[in-house]
T-cell receptor, first 112, second 111 residues
Framework: IAGITQAPTSQILAAGRRMTLRCTQDMRHNAMYWYRQDLGLGLRLIHYSNTAGTTGKGEVPDGYSVSRANTDDFPLTLASAVPSQTSVYFC???????????FGPGTRLTVL | GEDVEQSLFLSVREGDSSVINCTYTDSSSTYLYWYKQEPGAGLQLLTYIFSNMDMKQDQRLTVLLNKKDKHLSLRIADTQTGDSAIYFCAEGRGSARQLTFGSGTQLTVLP
């Protein structure tokens, strides 16, 4: 049972480059989320998806885009990375019933 | 998140009780959560409470909710060294239960 997987585990990226962080869950959860975690700021929601085919903006969506073509995958794209996007990125999913969000192991991204 | 506030650090002796406090601002939140994050790992749900409850107990964990003051607390009884971690409170709102997290409380358990 994998739960939620994220790839890559870590990445160093030059500013201006395009990058897609991958997230896959095998729990058939309807809802999926992307958060970034920065020291002293906790986790902030970037984008979310209630169900396949729908997405919504979170607290800090600028500079990021998402898609939800199917239930299992929820990739996060940085079209043109900037140093302020250096962070640890967590993907999460839930059944949508409000009880628990399951988190992936995270992707550590450094933008130089 | 600025809507949810926690103190940054807490140190306790092994065997003592730990109390981690949290305040939130959105009275429409229907779920309130406590998550634990160990070094280098993702977040793990510890417990949650519905907004119409005052207290929830789960083994060593006790959650107290004061809706009037918008105050949430997590008490860990008989704290162990394995409890050392960052603890996040979060409020859930919206159709997809989007979570707004506090900045986390670093709990250090001293031997």
């Amino acid at each position: 049972i994998a739960g939620i997987t994220q790839a890559p585990t870590s990445q160093i990226l030059a500013a201006g480059r395009r990058m897609t962080l991958r997230c896959t869950q095998d729990m058939r959860h309807n809802a999926m989320y992307w958060y970034r975690q920065d020291l002293g700021l906790g986790l902030r929601l970037i984008h979310y998806s209630n169900t396949a085919g729908t997405t919504g903006k979170g607290e800090v969506p600028d500079g990021y885009s998402v898609s939800r073509a199917n239930t299992d995958d929820f990739p996060l794209t940085l079209a043109s990375a900037v140093p302020s996007q250096t962070s640890v990125y967590f993907c999460a999913s839930s059944s949508g019933e409000g009880n628990e969000q399951f988190f992936g192991p995270g992707t550590r991204l450094t933008v130089l | 998140g600025e809507d949810v506030e926690q103190s940054l650090f807490l140190s306790v002796r092994e065997g003592d009780s730990s109390v981690i406090n949290c305040t939130y601002t959105d009275s429409s939140s229907t779920y309130l959560y406590w998550y634990k994050q160990e070094p280098g790992a993702g977040l793990q749900l510890l417990t949650y409470i519905f907004s119409n409850m005052d207290m929830k107990q789960d083994q060593r964990l006790t959650v107290l909710l004061n809706k009037k003051d918008k105050h949430l607390s997590l008490r860990i009884a008989d704290t162990q060294t394995g409890d050392s971690a960052i603890y996040f409170c979060a409020e859930g709102r919206g159709s997809a239960r989007q979570l707004t997290f506090g900045s986390g409380t670093q709990l250090t358990v001293l031997p």
